[in-house]
């Protein structure tokens, strides 16, 4: 069965650049979500998007943005990167209301 | 706002014994409850859901968990553990409305499972 892809799968920045984190959800799912997971952390919500209009916020920082586009695939973008931003982002989406299914995450690393 | 305590941090067993891990939830609300495992350097993978109906639901793996309303826990339970289990497990909760609300996390459960 088809699952959440996430690209890429590792990504190494320096500070101050900018990052763009992409999730393909499981076809015909409507609801798509970002959380972010830090070392030794749980995961915690940073947005969410429901036929592609955002439908709830978290604890997102102002210099993260994101979208859902046409064909349901969500971009995450994080400019002006720092060191606490490294972190393992996983995107996960569900279908009405049902429970979500993760991606195997994009692991950020910012030096 | 809803909350979620996983009272151990890491759990030390030894392969073939049972297993059991605490989750307790607070929330005004009522919830929709979920285990999830995650492997060294994997995603996260549902083990478990409670939505509605029996308390006591059955999950992947052999693993089952009981959602016990009055003492707001859902604790997870496997008999007999292999050193394959050995990853962190996650008890999350969705508040309210629906299953696909976002979910809040516990603190993670290290199950090492020792030979």
Known sequence: AAGVIQ????????????????????????????????????PQFLISFYEKMQSDKGSIPDRFSAQQFSDYHSELNMSSLELGDSALYFCASSFRNTEAFFGQGTRLTVV | AQS?????????VFEEAPVELRCNYSSSVSVYLFWYVQYPNQGLQ?????LSGSTLVKGINGFEAEFNKSQTSFHLRKPSVHISDTAEYFCAVSEGRAAGNKLTFGGGTRVLVKP
Do not use: F, M, N
């Open chain 2, 4 to 12: 979620v305590t996983q009272l151990d941090s890491q759990v030390p």
């Open chain 2, 46 to 50: 549902l083990l478990l859901k409670y």
């Open chain 1, 7 to 42: 690209s890429p799968r590792h990504l190494i920045k320096e500070k101050r650049e900018t990052a763009t984190l992409k999730c393909y959800p499981i076809p015909r799912h409507d609801t798509v979500y970002w959380y972010q997971q830090g070392p030794g952390q749980d």
